[in-house]
């Protein structure tokens, strides 16, 4: 019978759901994988092969730890992968851990704010708790990638280069609708559900700023005041991007790091997280700029930018096929080199 992994990756927006993703339906092929994620666009893709146990993310703080708590406790698995937050995104592992002695437990530290580790005193929890420590690509000025034994890949993508449709392909297609010889600027909406609007005016102002290109809007639902005209909703992301010519979208980790994978120019706007420091990983990316999130001041700097890139990139349609190492590859190796 196949071992089982579970992997928790609570978290709000696409990054979380995204790399659990990313290794589960690589990992699929020899385990069976379990998700835990109450992700608000889980119902809306694919799940790659993997069981998603979703908790609403409407649910409450209280019902989530407690249906987490269920889950952990209830379920079989012979290895727990825990996403960036090693407590919990509400602490409640805190004390489950502890009762996961006879399983090991892997921690994919994605960077997280330094003042977090320090308060949760998190370097002495997870040495206690954690068995294997990998880095997805992140880099080792990270407050916890000096730990013993700590592994580190390429960053996690959800398609491996090979994988990706011809560049043409994507964009004359029902998905993007734009001839292979019109640049295409991306604006990709992938942050948090409130932050939405900010993509969307952005994206009007750029379909006003270069009608020469075609702007679309990347995001899982239709912006309020934006003509579907504009909008894509269409996951894996990654397709989209790598059939762009610029795109335009925050510091996260999914954005940043597909689009350097795929060689396509990123404007970042830099949001402000509770744990993530999306303006740490926007500055080293390819064409990234720090932009402030103040929206009056933030559009009229990525228009400028997006308008010296335009004169920088190649004509549409001579990009070369992208390729790249997927970390979520060498990170299956890695876990399953644990022996398990």
Known sequence: MNKTWLIYALGGGWGHLNRALSLGR????YRKIRIITNSPYAQKISH?????????DDAGFSATCLKVREILLNIDYDCLIVD?????????LAD?????????RILIHRD????YIIAKNLRDFVMANFNLVIVPGEGTDLGLADLPGVQHTAPWLIRNAEELPERN???TSRIMKVDKSVKIILVCAAGQASELNIFSQLALRLHQEFPECAVRILAANCPENCPESLWISHHPGIECLAASDIVIGGGGYNTVYECAAVGVPLVALAFERLYD????RASKGYYVQDIEQAFGKAVPEAIATVRILLNQVKTANTQSAPAYVNGAVQAMYQIMSYKL
């Open 96 to 104: 489950i851990l502890p009762q996961l002695h006879s399983i090991p």
């Open 26 to 29: 690589i990992a699929a092929k």
């Open 84 to 92: 960036t937050f090693p407590r919990g995104l509400g602490g409640e």
């Open 48 to 56: 790659e092969g993997c069981l998603v146990h979703w908790i609403p």
């Open 112 to 115: 997280i704010n330094p003042k």
């Open 169 to 171: 392909t994507t964009r």
């Open 277 to 280: 420091r999306q303006a740490k």
